[in-house]
């Protein structure tokens, strides 16, 4: 009987020993898919920065407090309506253009009176937003798809910067209470969280910092590691419409100016869809400045602004370089319009003969266009001259040959020779 009792309650402590490792198993094999990886025929995953486990809220300074306020103006730029100084006394803006295939990408350097760099922000392409259940069959067992199924995009996105992943702590607990908490997660929560990693896999790098989220404005932001470690580099995901709309921009780390800036950039940056009609407004507001501020930055970021809108025009980087050269001081504005109109066109564009640069090719292009424009000029300015036939009276033609004399102011002699024309 003895026997019976020992080889009972031995079976009944293996048999509760079995039921809790298949409880917790789940569990641990999550915790293996963050950090080691794991790869089975239902799961695929390499291991995960740390950075990816959780996300977090951001946190910024009281943009109302920036005594400089004033100095800023919203502008639509490219696919974005960002605050700008304008003609601030201490910043200046100095205009950067990335040529590629697929047409020039713009952004902006900004800074400060010692010509140091304090912030910049470039515009990276656009391109749809999917999630996606890859080939990890886990995702698509029908329990857990119907789970996720039922998230919206909306909350899918919020998960993919937000989300904790990691499964509460258990330091300080007692055995029995880390077991009531690992039980509050249910497995379908688990295969979410998987789910979410794994797609975030698709957002952020392995040389992830950080994921952050910006909830009131709903934007994603990737904290990316920095070879310059006094510079923090940040992608900003906007969505709109199915598509994401990334932006790179890098703040000096530690500088009250340059944070500032940033918690202004971010917490007022929208989406604006972009078109060539998109310039019309920003060139008109450009008009209505004075001369002497069209020629500065001031005019600059404006037409840099507008140009944005309509990349493939010529004459737009044609007029920025014309304006920036009736100024004074611009070199440092005129630089990158110069690199980009000779790499693009083959030319600077310059109206300066000291910085007009141009391939052999547009060298000759442009003499055979100005010998045309000479001859052009020859034709139009010579004498109209009419014959008898042209004339109803002899007295219309004494007053139309009388008045070509006067207009070309020639000399009695010459004008008597008109007047005896034929």
Do not use: C
Not at 306 to 329: T, Y
Not at 376 to 393: A, M, R
Request: aromatic share 14%; net charge positive; hydrophobic share 40%.
């Amino acid at each position: 009987m003895l026997k019976k009792i020992i080889y009972t309650t031995v079976l009944l402590v293996l048999l509760t020993f079995a039921s809790f490792l298949v409880a917790i198993a789940p569990y641990h094999i999550y915790t293996l898919s963050l950090t080691e990886g794991v790869n089975t025929r239902f799961l695929q995953m390499t291991p995960t920065p740390k950075a990816l486990y959780d996300g977090q809220l951001i946190t910024l300074k009281n943009t109302e407090m920036m005594v400089d306020k004033n100095f800023y103006e919203k502008i639509h730029f490219n696919n974005f309506v960002i605050s700008i100084p304008i003609n601030h006394p201490q910043f200046s803006l100095i205009p950067t253009i990335k040529i590629e295939a697929a047409g020039p990408r713009l952004g902006a350097s900004f800074q400060n009176s010692k010509n140091i760099e304090f912030f910049n922000f470039m515009i990276e392409r656009p391109y749809k937003f999917e999630t996606t259940y890859g080939d990890q069959k886990l995702f698509i067992l029908p329990i857990f798809k119907n789970y996720i199924s039922k998230k919206n995009n909306q909350e899918i996105w919020n998960d993919l910067f937000e989300k904790k992943l990691s499964l509460p702590s258990n330091e300080g607990r007692s055995f029995f209470d880390s077991l009531k908490t690992l039980n509050n997660v249910k497995y379908q929560d688990l295969v979410y969280n998987l789910y979410i990693l794994y797609n975030r896999r698709f957002l952020a790098p392995d040389e992830t910092n950080a994921l952050v989220y910006h909830p009131e404005k709903k934007i994603g932001i990737v904290e990316l590691s920095s070879p310059n470690k006094k510079m923090r580099i940040e992608r900003l995901f906007i969505i709109e419409n199915g598509l994401l709309f990334p932006i790179v921009i890098k703040t000096k780390i530690g500088e009250f100016a340059a944070e500032n800036f940033r918690s202004k950039f971010i917490s007022e940056i929208t989406f604006k869809h972009s078109s060539t009609d998109s310039a019309i407004p920003i060139y008109a507001r450009y008009k209505q400045l004075s001369f002497s501020n069209r020629t500065d930055q001031t005019g600059m970021t404006f037409l840099f602004s507008a140009w944005s809108h309509d990349l493939s025009n010529k004459d737009f980087v044609r007029v920025i370089i014309l304006f920036l050269e009736r100024g004074k001081l611009n070199l440092k504005f005129l630089k990158p319009f110069y690199e980009y109109a000779y790499k693009k066109f083959g030319s600077t564009l310059s109206s300066e003969s000291g910085y007009l640069e141009e391939t052999s090719a547009e060298s000759l292009k442009r003499k055979i266009s100005e010998d045309l424009e000479k001859e052009i000029k020859k034709e139009t300015d010579l004498p109209v001259v009419k014959t008898d036939e042209n004339f109803s009276s002899g007295e219309e033609k004494v007053k139309f040959n009388l008045q070509k004399a006067k207009d070309l102011k020639i000399n009695s002699d010459e004008a008597e020779k008109i007047l005896t024309i034929e």
